[in-house]
């Protein structure tokens, strides 16, 4: 039987996902719709993630398999639900004439949606000294008019 592999983006809406303001160490987690996935496990390996964001910050990207915080100190932690991580240093950032990129390739993160929604839930954590500014709010860099963080997950799936 042949199997071929099919490229999928996974894609953040810049006004919708990531826009509370993060403190040092704050974070904020997603559920981010696979769009070619109509429930079920969303299988897949993660193999890019690119971040479009307003200003420079160093950033910890956390994928997990289920919705919800890792920093949950409770009777029902969370921290079985993390697949991986990665860090951006503020260094990383690749700046234009009116936002920060920060890119990650060669991945090779094996996903699996473990409640059947076809989402991938993931975590982005303010690793710098300064605030993250929620969505719409100022202090911004010239010719850019909100604040915001988009990501792009490149993923590939049996076809």
Not at 35 to 64: D, E, P, Q, Y
Not at 71 to 83: E, H
Not at 95 to 100: I, N, Q, R, S
């Amino acid at each position: 039987m042949l199997v071929k592999d099919a490229i999928h983006f996974v894609n953040s809406d810049r006004d919708a996902n990531f826009t509370d303001s993060l403190v040092t160490s704050a974070s904020e987690y997603e559920s981010l719709s696979f769009a070619s996935v109509t429930g079920g496990h969303g299988r897949c390996w993660i193999k890019s993630v690119r971040l479009h964001t307003a200003t420079n910050h160093a950033w910890t990207v956390i994928f997990m398999d289920r919705p919800g915080g890792v920093g949950r100190r409770s009777a029902t932690p969370y921290g079985n639900a993390v697949i991986d991580f990665f860090k951006w240093a503020a260094s990383d950032g690749i700046a234009t004439a009116t936002e920060y990129v920060y890119g990650k390739t060669g991945l090779n993160i094996p996903y699996q949606d473990s409640l059947n929604t076809g989402n991938i839930y993931v975590g982005l954590i303010n690793d710098s000294a300064s605030t993250k500014a929620a969505l719409g709010s100022g202090n911004l860099p010239g010719g850019v008019f909100t604040q915001y963080v988009t990501m792009k997950i490149g993923v590939i799936s049996a076809a």
